[in-house]
């Protein structure tokens, strides 16, 4: 036993008498038991090992092919009342649910072993961290929770013995069986409940499960906030770092600004970019009226294809050593993995993420993709070469701004200044993506994901935007400023005509300026946008960027926001009377902004 805490043990014992394992470990996190379970999972074929020259302390792992997302329509909160779930989440009534998954937990670990895996979501320690204890029957899920949460006897540091404050969280692959996949969240229990899945956004609990729906809900009633945010610093030459928290959906580069490298114009002068996290914030307003984030996680469960050289250098040398691998396709001649984007050059003796043999470029998966879409690679944050300094500190960072981002063709421009935190709130609640091709169904729809956190709130949205409104008033002329920034304006040919990538800097650099009230701004019926010489374009010549393509950039189509505003309408009127008013009133405010 790794703790005295009788409401972990009572838990634990609960749980086994359920599941009824042959064997029970506990997780202690030392290096001896974790190499040990490396080992036995490479003799059963669960791992395979990579070359280790090449990629030291690296393995490759395999789903079953029905097994490869995140599953949204099988994602569900069950609190006591509906409407605590609100209109955008699926919901089941906690009883009806547990009538539902008890008889298939009934004994579906006989033959296997239960893992107990206690983890900590922040550093061991810091004010912000909570406890989680997942207990689970697969290798693959402890070796993950490894990198990617502070795991072992340590994370009980926080918790003590008496405290019942710790995320409960059980799992199974039980039979892999999509019919009977369930990922669900009982946010007034602290419990979340995984079944017939080993996909890692399906079972490593400490991440979108508790770091996001549990948690946004703990946040709410302890007031903090819990965001599908990337946390970076901005090191100026002067050695002054200032802290930016930025929400972007899927597919629109959040690895990619977490780990951005400067411009040559910027690295010149001394300008580094530092990351603190790639994915979710936890954020406190700290003892000195300011907000505080940290990264609660201790990896980067990262996409793979796409992250080569160009798009994300730091990324590349993070996943080096001491990664898993997921889904990737592996390089039969000298056990390596490769992914579409990697380079231009797929290996030709090569096994595909389905796991067939191919030579040549036939592939049989569907897509005719040798990784998959969504394969992953899970390395740990002490590897990335840009990893902060402060990422360990138990007090967090100081955020001085927050930005929302989208993929919009035409409607957003490069970027904006909200009026206030009640009109960024608004900003944030109408962020929107046009579906790409990677997503199914038709291309170029208007998809609202307010915050980015659509599939991750884990109660009422309307319920989430009272909240942020409520954490404005508390931090008052101390907030950060808000702003949303869109990499994706094309031409009248569909072609991006920002550059993106490490030439974001420029945009963050005006976003850091505004912070510190050294940059002048326009004012827009949208908000504040910067004039188009403000940005820094020296260097981009060569790409046909001028001043007239950042006006170009700049402008706001007052008809098309028109279009926009009744979108909005269509997707507010979801909330009914759980929708805060203030949201309405900055509504009606951006069309007699548009009307003038």
């Not at 907000?291 to 796409?306: M, S, T, Y």
């Amino acid at each position: 036993m790794l703790t005295n805490n009788k409401n972990v043990l009572a838990w634990v014992d609960e749980m086994v008498a359920l599941t009824k394992p042959d064997k029970v470990v506990w997780i202690d996190g030392s290096d001896e038991q974790l190499s040990a379970l490396r080992e036995e999972a490479i003799s059963t074929g669960e791992l395979i090992r990579l070359n280790q020259e090449k990629l030291p302390g690296c393995v490759y792992h395999r789903t079953n092919p029905n097994d490869v997302a995140r599953v949204e329509d099988r994602t569900f909160i069950c609190s006591k009342k509906k409407e605590d779930a609100g209109p955008t989440n699926n919901w089941c009534d906690p009883e009806e649910m547990k009538a539902k998954l008890m008889p298939m937990y009934d004994g579906v670990m006989k033959g296997r072993t239960m893992y107990v895996i206690p983890y900590s979501m922040g550093p061991i320690g810091s004010p912000f961290a909570k406890v989680g204890v997942e207990v689970t029957d697969s290798i693959y899920v402890v070796l993950n929770m490894d990198i990617m949460t502070r795991m072992g006897k340590q994370a009980f540091e926080n918790l003590g013995e008496t405290s019942n404050d710790f995320v409960r969280g059980l799992h199974s692959k039980a039979q892999i069986d999509p019919e009977n996949r369930y990922i669900c969240h009982f946010p007034e229990e602290n419990t979340i409940m995984s079944i017939n899945s080993g996909y890692g956004g399906n079972v490593l609990l400490g991440k979108k499960c508790f770091a996001l729906r549990i948690a946004s809900y703990q946040g709410k009633n302890e007031g903090w906030m819990a965001e599908h945010m990337l946390i970076l610093g901005v090191e100026k030459p002067n050695g002054e770092v200032k802290y930016v928290c930025a929400a972007f959906p899927s597919a629109c580069g959040k690895t990619n600004l977490a780990m951005l490298i400067p411009p040559e114009v910027y690295t010149k002068q001394g300008y580094k970019v530092w990351c603190v996290g790639d994915d979710i914030a936890w954020l406190r307003i700290g003892p000195d009226g300011r907000l505080w984030a940290i990264n609660p996680e201790n990896g980067f469960f990262g996409v793979a294809p796409g992250t080569n050289e160009k798009s994300n250098p730091n990324a590349l040398a993070t996943v080096q050593k001491n990664t898993i691998f997921t889904n990737v396709a592996l390089n039969n001649d000298d056990m390596t993995v490769w992914w579409e984007g990697l380079d231009k050059n797929p290996p030709e003796n090569a096994t595909e993420w389905t796991g067939n043999k191919v030579n040549g470029k036939e592939y049989s998966a569907q897509g005719g993709k040798l990784a998959h879409p969504n394969s992953r690679f899970t390395a740990p944050a002490v590897n990335c070469p840009c990893l902060s300094k402060e990422f360990n500190n138990p007090n967090g960072v100081p955020i001085s701004a927050i930005v929302f981002g989208g993929r919009r063709a035409k409607t957003a421009p490069l970027v904006y200044q909200s009026f206030s935190w009640q009109h960024g709130t608004f900003v944030g609640s109408t962020m929107a993506s046009e579906t790409t091709a990677a997503a199914i169904g038709a291309v170029g729809v208007v998809r609202r994901d307010p915050m980015a956190m659509l599939p991750f709130c884990g109660y009422n949205m309307g319920d989430y935007f009272a909240h942020w409104l409520e954490m404005g008033k508390k931090l008052g002329d101390k907030a950060p400023k808000i702003f949303h920034v869109n990499w994706f304006r094309t031409d009248d040919k569909g072609h991006f005509i920002w550059p993106g990538f490490g030439d974001n800097m420029r945009v963050l650099d005006w976003i850091i300026n505004r912070c510190e009230g050294t940059a002048d701004a326009v004012e827009t019926p949208i908000g504040y946008e910067p004039k188009p010489e403000d940005i820094n374009i020296s260097g981009l010549e060569s790409e046909g960027v001028t001043v007239d393509v950042v006006k170009d950039l700049l402008s706001v189509d007052k008809e098309l926001w028109k279009e926009e505003t009744k979108g909005i309408h269509e997707f507010y009127a979801k909330f009914g009377d759980r929708l805060p008013k203030e949201l309405n009133e900055e509504l009606a405010a951006l069309e007699a902004r548009l009307a003038k």
